[in-house]
């Protein structure tokens, strides 16, 4: 069965530090991967999405980046937070890209910038 | 466009209906419903397809009305369990052509 992985669970860091949330996918391959953000009382807000290795389409300018160095790894990283970068940060994944397709979500990672 | 969930909160006893809707100002082709815990990750309730279609899972169940361009979501003699914020996904054909965008969610209390 598939499973994903997301970590750390929780995470406390100073403005200007720089930041690396890793995602692995378990028992599938080339899964659709996904990395939204959720604001205190606010919607899942998509910030990444990738196709394959090394393809990643990126939905809003922002101070994160993303990458996919292995087919079942998703990483998000910032080399300098801003308080504005505090959330949730949820990892998913899909067999496909299509509308048919539910999401898998991970257990997410609380980000507080301070 | 982020689709506009309505009401944004919802309080029931046990055994009471409620219904959260979900309008979009775009056409679509899919609607998703999700449901989160406080601090966990969403988990997956339905999707819907086509317009007009209806599902179920158990006392839960949802509508989509293509030409109105919204979903509705059904909870029928709620449980204490079906506490948490609900949020519908709307997108078209493709997520990675048409993304699916969420609605900020509605936060539904059940209590005893």
């Known amino acids: 069965s598939q499973t994903i992985h997301q970590w750390p669970a929780t995470l406390v860091q100073p403005v200007g530090s720089p930041l690396s949330l890793e995602c692995t996918v378990e028992g599938t391959s080339n899964p659709n991967l996904y990395w939204y953000r959720q604001a205190a009382g606010r919607g899942l807000q998509l910030l990444f999405y990738s196709v394959g290795i090394g393809q990643i389409s990126s939905e809003v300018p922002q101070n994160l980046s993303a990458s996919r160095p292995q087919d079942r790894q998703f990483i998000l990283s910032s080399k300098k937070l801003l308080l504005s970068d505090s959330g949730f940060y949820l990892c998913?994944?899909?067999?496909?890209?299509?509308?048919?397709?539910?999401?898998?979500f991970g257990s997410g990672t609380q980000l507080s910038v301070l | 466009q982020q689709p506009v969930q309505s009401p944004q909160a919802v309080i029931l006893r046990e055994g009471e209906d409620a219904v959260i809707n979900c309008s979009s100002s775009k056409a679509l082709y899919s609607v998703h419903w999700y449901r989160q815990k406080h601090g966990e990750a969403p988990v997956f309730l339905m999707i819907?397809?086509?317009?007009?279609e209806q599902k179920g899972h158990e006392k839960i169940s949802a509508s989509f009305n293509e030409k109105k361009q919204q979903s509705s979501l059904y909870l029928t003699a709620s449980q204490l369990s079906y506490s948490g914020t609900y949020f519908c996904?709307?997108?078209?054909?493709?997520?990675?052509?048409?993304?699916?965008?969420f609605g900020t969610g509605t936060r539904l209390q059940v209590f005893p």
């Open positions: 819907l397809l086509k317009g007009g």
């Open positions: 996904g709307t997108g078209g054909v493709s997520y990675n052509t048409d993304k699916l965008i």
């Open positions: 998913a994944w899909s067999v496909t890209g299509t509308a048919d397709e539910k999401l898998f």
